[in-house]
């Protein structure tokens, strides 16, 4: 690709960006929110035309028509927002329209051979093949992502993002299939915000920055420092904050949680001034259980006090009111409204700031978002711009400045860097630790093990729908949290030096 540009009404998305990417090779396309890089891979794709610029596939010129036309010469797109059908089965959605028939009836005896196959090759061929997509964790529909990607063979694979929603161990299964595709000469485009990810596995990297291609070269003459330097225009010291504080009263107290399947028997306490990580493999029940305490799920049995209230049978408007907010790791369909205003996002839950009997200033509540939209520094045109406009990582932002605006004391947070540039990443790992400062408390569950032990004071495992161990922070690693989630903590602790 050689001096790619696009333009979408006034914002130039690309300007005149290059990439050259050799067969075997995989080649990390690394920058922030907004740079450009889901655009310029659309564009190879086929999903958006570019305004100027040429494309070569195999020394050939390319000229995708359409997304179809760019998988039939060889190129798989995953893109960071799920792209599945959610109420067809998994089997559907893995060969949506790459079925073998003959004379106009599939054969879904090759179809299903096809799926496990792929599924296989992932380490999830238990994921039941009848089960409709929407009924899969956010974690799963990722893997059925990939497995629909793995499918076509392809010459080109474009990895967007991939890992966002995956364990270490799920992400391992992947780095085997990528060195795997290597070998076949396949070459994949991996974007990715976790940049040890970049480093472990890719050989060549671009970097984007406001649309502009400013640094190329090879992976290993590069360190994580200057990567960060070359994306964010500066350099960033102590992404993960470490700051003593100290526990204040229980603000969640849950104790043997269950829900319909999962959690089974989860009990914590979580307390003012506390961040508690909650760690553990795709399935466990991390999710779950932040539903089932905000009130999204029914609780089968077990109690929960909040602010030392009980209130086990609250819904989510009672634990709003109690100042319990939740980020949802699925914020395309439980996070935002995608086609409204992101004065609308931000302010959703309290409005009571902008008026009265019923009444809502436009020009209070545009102000009250312009101020969160700065203090997040989040990329967009204005408070009344479309939030489904923006990129993944800006919309987590807007996501999690509801919760801001909203005062809540208790922040149950699902992947909350989920797609999120390594620069906002920072900002919202201070941000947790200034709220943690401020006596409020907060649940952060994530996949990314090195920001549980970067940010958290307390990390909790999961495994098999129950908490396997919780210990400080500093009686944990890696290896460790990985042991106990695959249920081995009974062997010996391992604890960090």
């Known amino acids: 690709m050689r001096d790619v540009s696009k333009r979408f009404g006034a914002s130039h998305a690309l300007r005149g960006v290059s990439l050259t990417v050799q067969p075997g090779e995989v080649h990390a396309l690394i920058g922030e929110n907004g740079a450009g890089k889901s655009t310029l891979m659309k564009i190879l794709s086929g999903a958006f035309p570019a305004d100027s610029g040429l494309m070569e596939l195999e020394g050939r010129p390319f000229v995708p028509l359409n997304p179809l036309h760019s998988r039939q010469c060889g190129i798989a797109m995953i893109y960071q927002e799920l792209n599945l059908a959610p109420d067809l089965s998994v089997e559907e959605n893995i060969l949506l329209g790459r079925e073998s028939s003959t004379l106009g009836w599939i054969d879904r005896r090759h179809r299903r051979a096809e799926a496990l196959r792929a599924l296989g090759e992932l380490q999830h061929d238990s994921i039941p093949l009848t089960r409709p997509v929407h009924s899969l964790t956010i974690a799963e529909q990722q893997i059925v992502e990939i ?38 000469g396949v070459s994949v485009v991996y974007i990715s915000h976790f940049l040890e990810e970049c480093q472990e596995i890719c050989q060549r990297y671009t970097v984007l920055r406001d649309g502009e291609t400013v640094d190329q070269g090879d992976m290993a003459r590069v360190s994580l420092g200057e990567l960060i330097h070359q994306m964010v ?215 990314y093990l090195p920001e549980l032990l970067g940010v958290c004071d307390t990390i909790a495992v999961m495994s098999r729908g129950t908490l396997a161990a919780c210990r400080p922070v500093e009686e944990w690693t890696e290896h460790g949290i990985i042991r106990a989630a695959m249920g081995q903590a009974g062997e010996e602790t391992e604890v960090s030096e």
Request: glycine share 12%; aromatic share 4%.
């Open 233 to 447: 225009g500066r350099r960033l010291e102590d992404i993960y904050p470490r700051r003593p504080r100290r526990k204040g009263a229980v603000l969640v107290n849950a104790q043997d949680l269950r829900g319909v399947s999962k959690p089974q028997g989860v009990s914590f306490q979580l307390h003012a001034g506390e961040i508690l990580g909650i760690a553990g493999l795709v399935g466990t029940g991390r999710t779950e259980t932040a539903r089932v305490c905000f009130g999204l799920d029914p609780l089968a049995s077990g109690w929960i006090e909040v602010s030392g209230e009980p209130s086990t049978k609250a819904t989510p408007t009672r634990r709003l009111a109690q100042g319990m907010g939740l980020l949802s790791e699925n914020r395309k369909e439980e996070g935002l409204m995608l086609n409204r205003s992101l004065a609308d996002n931000l302010t959703l839950t309290r409005f009571g700031a902008f008026g009265k009997a019923g009444w809502i200033s436009s020009r209070r509540q545009r102000e009250a978002a312009q101020e969160w939209l700065q203090r997040l520094d989040i990329r967009c045109q204005g408070p009344g711009q479309e939030c489904g406009s923006l990129s993944g990582g800006n919309q987590q932002k807007v996501a999690l400045g509801r919760l801001l605006h909203h005062q809540a004391r208790i922040f149950l947070l699902d992947e909350p860097t989920k797609g999120v540039d390594v620069g906002s990443k920072a900002q919202i790992y201070h941000l947790m630790c200034d709220l943690a400062e401020q006596g409020k408390a907060v649940l952060f569950i994530s996949s």
């Open 147 to 184: 497995a629909r990607a793995l499918v076509d063979r392809p010459k080109v694979m474009i990895m967007d993002e991939p890992t966002s929603s995956l364990t270490r161990v799920d992400t391992e299964n992947l780095f085997r299939v990528i060195g795997n595709l290597r070998k076949q």
